[in-house]
């Protein structure tokens, strides 16, 4: 299972960091204080299942993998998260609450990986 880490936006799998990226827009950028937060928190801790690989998606560019939350998480209203890339500001204003990482080969390669669970952890 892959874990994503709020508060450090590190994801890693078997204790392996793989990529460190952010969730969160403005002050919920890698913020579990604001998970509940519409558009500005991280989304919240919980379990995931990667749903979608979109080679290109309207909104979030290329590579971008959609997730499901589990019907057990809290989700405080919010929906529609997905992990994808940065935009070409890099300046961490690409996250309404998904998770950024890495390129879009990367996000592939973590799609083909049969493993598609993901833990959000604070």
Not at 22 to 47: D, K, T
Not at 75 to 83: E, H, L, V, Y
Request: glycine content about 12%; hydrophobic content about 30%; overall charge neutral.
């Amino acid at each position: 299972m892959y874990r994503y880490h709020q508060s450090t936006g590190v994801f890693e799998r078997d204790g392996v960091t793989l990529f460190t990226g952010y969730a969160g827009h403005g002050a919920g950028v890698n913020n579990p204080s604001l998970q509940q937060q519409h558009n500005v928190g991280p989304l919240p801790q919980g379990r995931y299942t990667m749903l979608q690989f979109v080679a290109k998606a309207t909104k979030t560019g290329l590579g971008t993998i959609r997730l499901q939350p589990d019907p057990a998480n809290q989700m405080f209203g919010r929906s529609a998260f997905c992990i994808h890339g940065d935009n070409s500001a890099h300046n961490r204003s690409a996250s309404t609450g998904c998770i950024i990482i890495g390129r879009a080969p990367d996000r592939q390669a973590i799609w083909n990986d049969p493993d598609h669970d993901v833990e959000v952890v604070g």
